[in-house]
């Protein structure tokens, strides 16, 4: 690892790199702060680690402008949101027919009975609700899962993240589940329903269900919010096993693993989730989260008793499945989603995989690459983390940073949020390259820092 000294220095130099190079950002950045809590519309805006936010332009494909006209290789791709790239024709041309013909009703469109059926066709159940975004899918299948069981405990893995979400913001403590640092103004004990075990460890997720209190265990595939972390030979297979046996609802979130094919995880590896959880990118970026689930389910849901005259169910938010999304989301699953999309990016990011790898063995850098489809990770652990504690152990923020900053200021831009690199069907070979060359060069001058 390089020393705290070398890294400081990069980032010295690259903050007034960014300062000197950026003055419509700067000055759209002061003139923000006037009117929006810390400069920015939304909080993460300012997670970028930039001295102040970089303003967007526009964004097309794989590219983005910023408000000084200077263009970057979109790796982050709005973290997820668009990973088809950005403003796909065919997401376009349905927003624009649309948006002259209503935005919103509160009453099911003419298209959604084919959205439903081309819903169910890809991920392989039958029955679908539409939210807003991934994180209300999440809350609603918890919801329904604590219904329909009678039970209040769900599980979630360490490391995790599911959006915003109250009881998954917890994470594994000396005594099992506790809150998360740093959480704003809960009204309750968040892991006060929540059991917290490490991902890959069966025993400890054999513990954790076997008093049969637990309504759901909420995963990703593969975690994708600690670096990249795989799941071991025979991990799904168990785990759907031990949640049978268990009677507990298994809710597979494939927000960002859609990233591993036309069907994210589910499909490619032939996982059997009762729930299967998706947001982001379903619907080329536009608002709008997805969850499926079996026969059975959709049989229990309506076998729960009527909850009389005054009924509420606390679900649902009064834009879910507006007209303009469900345009969105049926020109997402039908033309843009498609398979020749995905022999694209999995291409790019095998390629990208590879001249990673061949850097760090250039360099005898004891890193790791992990990917999933079109999903890339380095990670500066000297082996591939196995759960949340070895991943938490791995990350190295200052380096991080010190990497993202030369980075964005050599027109490459990288998920603020540890190393993750996503590649668009827009990617071109180009981009690959000029990526590996300014990781390169970043390296090389730590180096001669270090020397
Ligand atoms: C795996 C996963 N699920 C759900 C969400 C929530 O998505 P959204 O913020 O769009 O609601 C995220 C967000 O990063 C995520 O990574």
């Known amino acids: 690892m390089y020393p705290a000294r070398a890294i400081a220095a990069l980032t010295a130099r690259e903050v007034r790199t960014y300062q000197q190079s950026h003055p ?173 075990v490490e991902f890959n460890d069966l025993a400890a997720l054999a513990a954790a269900l076997a008093d049969g209190g637990v309504a759901a265990v909420l995963c990703e595939p593969a975690m994708t919010n600690m670096g990249l972390v795989l799941p071991e030979s025979g991990f799904h297979a168990q785990l759907r096993q031990l949640t049978r046996r268990h009677g507990t609802v298994l809710i597979i979130d494939e927000t960002h693993t859609l990233s591993a094919g036309p069907g994210g995880c589910t499909r490619r590896d032939g996982l059997e989730p009762d729930v299967l959880v998706c947001g982001k990118a379903i619907a080329g970026g536009m608002p709008c989260g997805v969850y499926g689930y079996t026969e059975e389910l959709r049989a229990r849901i309506e076998a729960l008793p009527p909850g009389g005259a005054d009924a509420h169910s606390g679900l649902g938010t009064t834009l879910s499945a507006n007209l303009l999304a469900v345009a969105a989301l049926e020109a997402s699953l039908s033309e843009v989603m498609t398979d020749a999309a995905y022999a694209h990016m999995e291409a790019r990011a095998l390629r990208l995989e590879q001249g990673l790898r061949a850097q760090l063995e250039r360099r005898a850098l004891p890193w790791t690459v992990q990917r999933v489809g079109a999903r890339v990770e380095l990670g500066f652990g000297a082996k591939p983390a196995r759960n949340g504690r070895e991943s938490a152990a791995a990350m190295a923020p200052e380096l991080e940073r010190a990497l993202h900053l030369y980075l964005l200021n050599r027109g490459v831009l990288l998920t603020p949020f540890h190393n993750m690199m996503l590649l668009s069907p827009e990617t071109g070979e180009s981009a690959l390259e000029r990526l590996l060359a300014a990781l390169d060069a970043a390296l090389g001058e730590l180096d001669e820092l270090v020397s």
């Open 24 to 196: 419509a950002s700067a000055r759209l950045a002061q003139l923000s702060t006037r009117h929006w809590q810390g400069g920015v519309p939304f909080q993460w805006m300012r997670d970028w680690g930039l001295p102040f936010p970089l303003f967007v332009r526009s964004a097309r494909g794989a590219t983005l402008i910023d408000a000084d006209g200077r263009s970057y290789d979109d790796f982050c791709l709005g973290d997820t949101g668009a990973m088809f790239g950005h403003s796909p024709e065919p997401i376009a041309r349905a927003l624009a027919a649309q948006g002259a013909q209503g935005l919103t009703a509160m009453l099911p469109g003419e298209r959604v009975a084919a959205v439903g059926a081309a819903l169910a066709a890809r991920f392989g159940l039958p029955c679908w609700q539409l939210t807003l975004g991934a994180s209300d899918a999440n809350r609603e299948a918890l919801r329904w899962a604590r219904a329909i069981t009678g039970r209040s405990e769900i599980l979630v893995f360490n490391g995790c993240y599911h959006g915003a979400v109250d009881e998954t913001h917890v994470r594994l403590g000396e005594r099992g589940a506790q809150p998360r640092a740093g959480l704003r103004g809960m009204p309750f004990e968040v892991s006060a329903h929540t059991r917290v």
